[in-house]
């Protein structure tokens, strides 16, 4: 079993930066691909980024490509995300998630790939 808890999320300006943080229980987050998503009001849930349990092979949404950034901290058990550039269309709920990986170097984009889930922190960006 794995818990995980967002946090970091907030109320910024367009063009400005946050850091979101997830904080993971247990003792084999180093086993786990951790992944981000974000779901804006009426819209689907959406892949962000993934990082693989190597904690150097990643993926980023196209969306997302230059300005957000995703890394994880095994002795504190926590995957970040570095957001830069934010714009409008950013706002969302996002989420962090967890899939138990015996590969060193895979990643998961796919919703249904994960097994945990944290109930979000909300990402609001003004114009």
């Known amino acids: 079993q794995v818990q995980l808890v967002e946090s970091g999320g907030g109320l910024v300006q367009a063009g400005g930066s946050l850091r979101l943080s997830c904080a993971a229980s247990?003792?084999?987050?180093?086993?786990?691909?951790m992944g981000w998503f974000r779901q804006a009001p009426g819209k689907e849930r959406e892949f962000v980024a993934t990082?693989?349990?190597?904690?150097?092979?990643?993926d980023h949404a196209d969306s997302v490509k230059g300005r957000f950034t995703i890394s994880r901290d095994g002795n504190r058990n926590t995957v970040y995300l570095e957001m830069n550039s934010l714009k409008p269309e950013d706002t969302a709920n996002y989420y962090c998630?967890?899939?138990?990986?015996?590969?060193?170097?895979?990643?998961?984009?796919?919703?249904?790939?994960?097994?945990?889930w944290g109930p979000g922190t909300q990402v609001t960006v003004s114009s």
């Open positions: 998630a967890a899939k138990y990986s015996y590969d060193r170097s895979s990643l998961f984009r796919r919703i249904a790939d994960y097994d945990y």
């Open positions: 247990g003792r084999t987050f180093s086993s786990y691909v």
């Open positions: 990082i693989a349990t190597n904690a150097y092979t990643t």
